[in-house]
Each structure stands twice: as C-alpha cells, then as structure tokens.
C-alpha cells in the first residue's frame, strides 16, 4: 500500500512540475488576454525574428530583455527554447521569441506595443 501511495505522489509532483515549468502567465490587458513574465510585465514579440530565430541582440535587447530560459530549459507543447547569439536561451511561443520592455513601468504597461512598426503585445488564445 505503501508503494502504490508513493507512486501516487510522484506521479502528482511530476505533473506539478511540469505545469508550472510554463515560463509565462496569462493576464487580461486593455487589449484583450496577453502573455506575461512570472512579475505581470507584457510580453512582446519582434517582427524581425524568424521563427525559433531572435535578431534582437546587443543594444537591441538592452531595450528590449528577453524572456530567459534556465540553460537546462526543454521545449513543452506550444512553448520551445531558442538559442540566442551569446550561447543563452531563452523562451518563445509559437516559434516566436518573446521579450519585455524598459520603458514599461509596472504590470500592465504596453508602452512597448506598435514601437517601430515592428513590436507587439503576445496575445494569449
């Protein structure tokens, strides 16, 4: 009995685990549902990177962080991890990575949506 209550545990734990390995949450924005960092700050997607690609680097994302995955981070469903120029990783939906802002102030701000023609809130489904 003692063995089957064990493996019952393990196996909640895994399943535990692997929900909240989800890097983003969901949050409801003046626009609609969009995607967020574990703080609440709108996530952003570049028009320049191709899928699994980022193309913003340097000073490009000093302005614009990315949304980093541990080194040991593994794709799951509709979220994968992409390589960046530098050697780190960091996490994209739908093939496209996803970033934060500097300018946005706290949880909520979308200050970075339509900057150059080129950025966008990630909405969520």
């Known amino acids: 009995m ?53 193309a913003c680097n340097g000073d490009c994302a000093v302005n614009w962080p990315p949304l980093m995955a541990a080194a040991d981070a593994k794709d799951e469903g509709e979220w994968t991890v992409v390589a960046r120029d530098d050697g780190s990783k960091m996490w994209a939906y739908e093939g496209k990575p996803l970033y934060t802002f500097v300018q946005d102030q706290k949880a909520g701000d979308v200050t970075g949506d339509g900057k150059g023609g080129v950025w966008h809130v990630a909405k969520a489904d």
């Open 2 to 54: 003692k063995t089957i209550s064990s493996a019952l545990a393990v196996l909640f734990l895994t399943g535990a685990a692997a929900f909240a390995a989800e890097p983003a949450k969901v949050a409801e924005g003046a626009g609609g549902k969009m995607y967020t960092d574990a703080n609440g700050m709108t996530l952003y997607t570049y028009d320049k990177d191709s899928a699994g690609k980022s």
